[in-house]
């Protein structure tokens, strides 16, 4: 495999306005996203921006930035709008998407993420951590994955994704945590699919790739890093880097 990450990221948020410039200890937040990702050391990093403002800064620290139409609806979308510009002949077979929130995520999960891609069928990979909390299992903006590791494996299937509690009954569950690795046609195919059913109803884009066959697989990790999409969260994010 020769991976690349590709970091999507845009001013727009309700809850945090201009999110990816929020100062952490005098750098944006972009910044230390794209500061974990090189510590990955996995492949080439660059950030697919939706405003002149987060590439600017992105360029400034010497990090590679793509200009994306900011029209674009997902992610995904402006990851292989980026992808385009950045390698235009394919030399990168898998890429990495990482949300541009993460300013935490340990570059050990980031190298984890590419251990499903293993497997030639999988066309997806995904991580999830162990929910430990009850009120975690019970919100809605904790997206669950009905998975299994049984007999200590460290990848399972991913059979569905909902923000519901799943699967019912005794057993673990587990978190999804929304940094994909995927093939370069399964991405190619992924953005050119119409909105899913189950998709509109859940507001997840995966269940899309679900709907239409494709197969998606998690690799189990200890923890899942926690997005920044508040205050609050922000100010988490600044107690934990100013130990590092």
Known sequence: MKPIIVIPSRLASTRLPGKPLADIHGRAMILHVLDRAREAEIGPVAVACADAEIADAVTAAGGQAVLTDPSLPSGSDRVQAALAVLDPQGVHDVVVNLQGDLPTIPAVQLRAVLTPLADPAIDIATLVAPIEDPEEAAAPSVVKAACAFDRGRAVSPALYFSRAAIPAGEGPLWHHIGVYAYRRP??????????????????????????????????????????????ADLARARHVLERR
Request: aromatic share 4%.
């Open 186 to 231: 399964s991405l190619a195919r992924f953005v050119a699919l119409p909105e899913s059913p189950l998709e509109r109803r859940e507001k997840l884009e995966q269940l899309r790739a679900l709907e239409a066959g494709m197969r998606i697989a998690c690799a189990r990790v200890d923890h899942a890093p926690f997005g920044v999409d508040t205050p």
